[in-house]
Nanobody
Framework: VQLQASGGGLVQAGGSLKVSCSASTRAFDQYAMGWFRQGPGKEREFIAYISRRGNGVKHADPVKGRFSASRDNDKNAIYLQMNSLEPGDTAIYYC????????????????????WGQGTEVTVSS
Protein backbone atom coordinates (compact mmCIF):
# COMPACT_ATOMS: atom_id res chain seq x y z
CA VAL A 1 0.00 0.00 0.00
CA GLN A 2 1.24 3.51 -0.82
CA LEU A 3 0.43 6.37 1.54
CA GLN A 4 0.39 10.05 0.68
CA ALA A 5 0.17 12.65 3.43
CA SER A 6 -0.87 16.22 2.76
CA GLY A 7 -2.20 19.36 4.37
CA GLY A 8 0.78 20.53 6.37
CA GLY A 9 1.78 24.17 6.59
CA LEU A 10 2.60 27.12 8.78
CA VAL A 11 0.13 28.11 11.51
CA GLN A 12 0.25 30.40 14.51
CA ALA A 13 0.11 29.07 18.03
CA GLY A 14 -3.47 28.49 19.08
CA GLY A 15 -4.56 27.83 15.52
CA SER A 16 -5.88 24.73 13.82
CA LEU A 17 -4.83 22.55 10.92
CA LYS A 18 -6.11 19.33 9.38
CA VAL A 19 -3.76 16.91 7.71
CA SER A 20 -4.83 14.01 5.54
CA CYS A 21 -3.41 10.76 4.30
CA SER A 22 -4.67 8.83 1.29
CA ALA A 23 -3.97 5.18 0.65
CA SER A 24 -3.69 3.35 -2.66
CA THR A 25 -5.26 0.00 -1.90
CA ARG A 26 -8.58 -1.75 -2.52
CA ALA A 27 -8.37 -3.30 0.93
CA PHE A 28 -8.09 -0.11 2.94
CA ASP A 29 -10.53 -1.32 5.60
CA GLN A 30 -8.20 -4.22 6.39
CA TYR A 31 -5.43 -1.89 7.56
CA ALA A 32 -4.98 -0.40 10.96
CA MET A 33 -3.85 3.19 10.51
CA GLY A 34 -1.74 5.51 12.60
CA TRP A 35 -0.29 8.97 12.88
CA PHE A 36 3.22 9.71 14.10
CA ARG A 37 5.37 12.81 14.14
CA GLN A 38 9.06 13.61 14.27
CA GLY A 39 10.17 16.97 15.55
CA PRO A 40 13.59 18.53 14.95
CA GLY A 41 16.24 16.46 16.69
CA LYS A 42 13.66 14.11 18.13
CA GLU A 43 12.69 10.49 17.64
CA ARG A 44 9.51 9.52 15.85
CA GLU A 45 6.61 9.85 18.26
CA PHE A 46 3.21 8.12 18.34
CA ILE A 47 0.21 10.42 17.93
CA ALA A 48 -2.85 8.29 17.16
CA TYR A 49 -4.05 4.80 16.33
CA ILE A 50 -7.19 4.24 14.25
CA SER A 51 -8.86 0.84 14.13
CA ARG A 52 -10.02 -0.68 10.87
CA ARG A 53 -13.61 0.49 11.23
CA GLY A 54 -12.59 3.78 12.80
CA ASN A 55 -14.56 3.12 15.97
CA GLY A 56 -11.47 2.55 18.08
CA VAL A 57 -9.18 5.57 18.18
CA LYS A 58 -6.33 6.02 20.65
CA HIS A 59 -4.48 9.30 21.10
CA ALA A 60 -1.16 9.96 22.77
CA ASP A 61 -1.37 11.86 26.05
CA PRO A 62 0.36 15.05 24.77
CA VAL A 63 -2.36 15.58 22.16
CA LYS A 64 -5.47 14.31 23.94
CA GLY A 65 -8.20 16.90 23.88
CA ARG A 66 -6.46 18.88 21.13
CA PHE A 67 -6.04 16.41 18.26
CA SER A 68 -8.63 14.10 16.76
CA ALA A 69 -7.84 11.27 14.36
CA SER A 70 -10.43 9.70 12.07
CA ARG A 71 -10.80 7.71 8.89
CA ASP A 72 -13.15 7.46 5.93
CA ASN A 73 -13.02 3.98 4.42
CA ASP A 74 -15.10 5.07 1.43
CA LYS A 75 -12.40 7.58 0.54
CA ASN A 76 -9.39 5.46 1.54
CA ALA A 77 -8.23 8.26 3.80
CA ILE A 78 -7.39 9.17 7.35
CA TYR A 79 -7.33 12.57 8.93
CA LEU A 80 -5.78 14.37 11.87
CA GLN A 81 -7.60 17.45 13.06
CA MET A 82 -5.22 19.52 15.18
CA ASN A 83 -6.54 22.31 17.39
CA SER A 84 -4.90 24.61 19.95
CA LEU A 85 -1.58 24.06 18.26
CA GLU A 86 1.60 24.80 20.17
CA PRO A 87 5.16 25.45 18.98
CA GLY A 88 6.06 22.04 20.42
CA ASP A 89 3.77 20.45 17.82
CA THR A 90 6.15 21.52 15.07
CA ALA A 91 7.17 18.33 13.29
CA ILE A 92 6.86 16.24 10.19
CA TYR A 93 3.66 14.25 10.48
CA TYR A 94 3.63 10.72 9.10
CA CYS A 95 0.80 8.31 8.46
CA UNK A 96 1.34 4.60 8.79
CA UNK A 97 -0.53 1.42 7.92
CA UNK A 98 -0.35 -2.19 8.94
CA UNK A 99 -2.37 -5.32 8.21
CA UNK A 100 -1.57 -7.18 11.41
CA UNK A 101 -1.73 -4.58 14.19
CA UNK A 102 -4.70 -4.46 16.55
CA UNK A 103 -5.46 -2.16 19.43
CA UNK A 104 -4.17 -4.73 21.88
CA UNK A 105 -0.72 -4.58 20.31
CA UNK A 106 2.10 -2.12 20.88
CA UNK A 107 0.90 0.28 18.21
CA UNK A 108 2.88 3.09 19.88
CA UNK A 109 6.10 1.54 18.64
CA UNK A 110 6.95 2.84 15.14
CA UNK A 111 8.82 -0.38 14.39
CA UNK A 112 5.53 -2.28 14.49
CA UNK A 113 4.18 -0.48 11.45
CA UNK A 114 4.97 -1.79 7.98
CA UNK A 115 3.95 1.01 5.61
CA TRP A 116 4.74 4.71 5.87
CA GLY A 117 3.83 7.85 3.98
CA GLN A 118 6.40 10.48 3.08
CA GLY A 119 5.27 12.94 5.75
CA THR A 120 3.84 16.42 5.73
CA GLU A 121 5.51 19.29 7.56
CA VAL A 122 3.67 21.30 10.21
CA THR A 123 5.25 24.42 11.64
CA VAL A 124 3.66 26.27 14.56
CA SER A 125 4.95 29.77 15.17
CA SER A 126 4.80 31.45 18.57
Amino acid sequence: VQLQASGGGLVQAGGSLKVSCSASTRAFDQYAMGWFRQGPGKEREFIAYISRRGNGVKHADPVKGRFSASRDNDKNAIYLQMNSLEPGDTAIYYCAADLALHNSDNYRNPERWEYWGQGTEVTVSS
